[in-house]
């Protein structure tokens, strides 16, 4: 299982103090949620740390040119939301092709996974398990509004892994709290 840090600050500075603070051995990848930044020195970015690199502009189209100059920096990966109108020219090996739909399950694995992207990734709200693509699992981070966030059906199928993940979720964020208590993170 591998360990992605998520990074989601308010500045690029401040992303680049905390991607300093962590220690190599407490993860394995950095994913960067930079949507708030603008224009960032990606350079700066690739320099700051030697484990892998998933840039993330959630809810903002990501073109061409950002993907190439992101793999042109060294970023290992670019995050990419899925529409049904995208296109993608080049650098598919280096894309994680997502789509997020809290209302249910829209969009098409199938036509995402055409694309012959490094990774699909769907972050959905099923309704009913027919709705589920085959060999999917649920999660959820916890706690559920029961009925509301996800249907009970959904909820207490075999293809939930929701109590495991929240049960895994206690252990991960007591690991996150040792790790900001051994940071040394100047103001």
């Known amino acids: 299982m591998k360990l992605i840090v998520t990074i989601y600050e308010e500045t690029f500075d401040s992303a680049l103090r905390a991607i300093a603070a962590l220690r190599d051995a407490d993860h394995d990848m950095i994913e960067l949620r930079a949507e708030k930044f603008g224009a960032i020195d990606l350079n700066a970015l690739r320099a700051s740390t030697s484990k892998p690199i998933l840039l993330t502009h959630r809810g903002m189209r990501v073109d061409d040119t950002l993907i190439e100059r992101a793999v042109s920096a060294g970023i290992d990966l670019v995050d990419v939301e899925w529409h049904p109108s995208l296109t993608i020219e080049r650098f ?96």
């Not at 981070?141 to 509301?148: A, K």
């Open 92 to 187: 598919r090996e280096r894309i994680v092709l997502s789509h997020h739909d809290y209302e249910g399950v829209s969009g098409s694995i199938d036509a995402m996974r055409r694309f012959g992207c490094a990774h699909v990734k769907l972050a959905v709200t099923p309704k009913t398990l027919e709705l589920l693509p085959p060999g999917s699992v649920v999660l959820h981070p916890g706690p559920v509004n029961r009925g509301v966030e996800l249907s009970p059906e959904v909820l207490d199928s075999d293809r939930s892994l929701v109590m495991d993940q929240v049960d895994s979720g206690v252990a991960v964020r007591m690991a996150a709290l040792a790790l900001c208590l051994r940071a040394r993170v100047s103001a």
